[in-house]
């Protein structure tokens, strides 16, 4: 035993020694994790106690599971819950496919210009800030000056307050996603397809395969370890619905459908001030996806040999 542990601890010296410049590039994002993630979590105890800012953290009052007992007494729970889980699996039944789709589609476009033209135009989405996409969405469904009310108004139809729509806030939330996603998530799957050996598809061509088959013969078994490690990790955030964007377009005619765990997190945290209460709905909120992600990932592993850990 004495002799294996000098043996790992050598190992790493010398590892270390050999490749010092590459640890060197690698402390940036250790330091990053460690001061913006892990440091952190030394505070998470507040969601056992009623914190107070005059006493810190330490000398705060320890109260048990009283703040988790409050959320799930909460009569707006499970509004909380629905919004939460409805919005997440919108998001991952239309999202999650399409990018895949579209790589697929783009991989077998042979024209160089039109696939360049088409990378770009779908890439540029996801630079626009969240803001500027929400003032964006405002401005082309303003029931008074809108593009699209006025193309509604010209049909003959009567103007629509689509910010004020509970019943349609999912997929205004969800398909906006999508066009500001698409591009930048096939980015991963291209390259999976690009490593696949194109000797494959000669072969099939020769053999008279369609490009359908070819498709679902050879690009599908070729990226589909990429498609569930993406899909394990997606399904780890299951409640985790993005605040900034939710935020910006929810209002009080559509907070039936747009109060989320994130928003609620958020009002009770800082706009009311109840520290403890907040970090108690948001470390269960976490605790939630962690079992999710590791229970998909055994899915996983017992249905494939693709697994994430």
Do not use: C
């Not at 800012?53 to 629905?82: A, E, M």
């Not at 008074?144 to 629509?160: D, K, R, S």
């Not at 013969?217 to 964007?245: A, C, H, M, N, S």
């Not at 459908?257 to 945290?269: C, D, L, P, R, W």
């Amino acid at each position: 035993m004495m002799r294996s542990k000098k043996s790992l601890s050598y190992r790493l010296k010398s590892s270390f020694m050999e490749y010092w410049q590459i640890y060197l590039l690698l402390l940036p994002v250790i330091l990053y994790f460690v001061v913006f993630d892990y440091f952190p979590m030394y505070g998470v105890q507040i969601a056992f106690k009623d914190f107070l800012p005059t006493k810190g953290i330490t000398g705060s009052p320890w109260v048990g599971l009283k703040h988790f007992k409050r959320f799930f007494s909460s009569p707006y729970i499970l509004v909380i819950l629905k919004n939460t889980i409805s919005i997440s699996l919108y998001s991952l039944v239309a999202g999650f496919p399409l990018p895949i789709l579209f790589a697929l589609l783009l991989n077998h476009q042979r024209v160089g210009w039109y696939r360049k033209f088409v990378q770009t135009a779908s890439y540029a989405p996801h630079f626009i800030s969240t803001v500027v996409l929400v003032g964006m969405m405002k401005l082309m469904m303003s029931p008074t000056n809108g593009v699209i009310n006025a193309l509604i108004t010209a049909l003959g139809g009567e103007p629509i307050y689509f910010f004020g729509r509970a019943d349609i806030f999912y997929s205004l939330y969800v398909w906006s996603g999508v066009w500001t996603s698409l591009g930048w998530s096939a980015i991963v799957y291209v390259g999976a397809l690009s490593a696949i050996n194109p000797e494959l598809h000669e072969a099939a061509k020769i053999d008279g395969a369609s490009i359908w088959k070819r498709i679902h013969y050879i690009d599908l078994p070729g990226i589909l370890p990429t498609v569930i490690i993406l899909l394990i990790l997606r399904t780890g955030d299951i409640l985790t619905v993005g605040f900034e964007k939710i935020f910006l377009m929810q209002n009080n005619m559509n907070a039936a459908a747009s109060e989320v765990i994130s928003t609620y997190v958020y009002k009770q945290g800082l706009v009311s001030a109840q520290y403890s209460y907040s970090a108690a709905v948001g470390l269960l909120n976490s605790a939630v996806n962690f079992l999710f992600l590791v229970m998909v990932n055994f899915i996983s592993g017992r249905l494939s040999d693709t697994t994430l850990f």
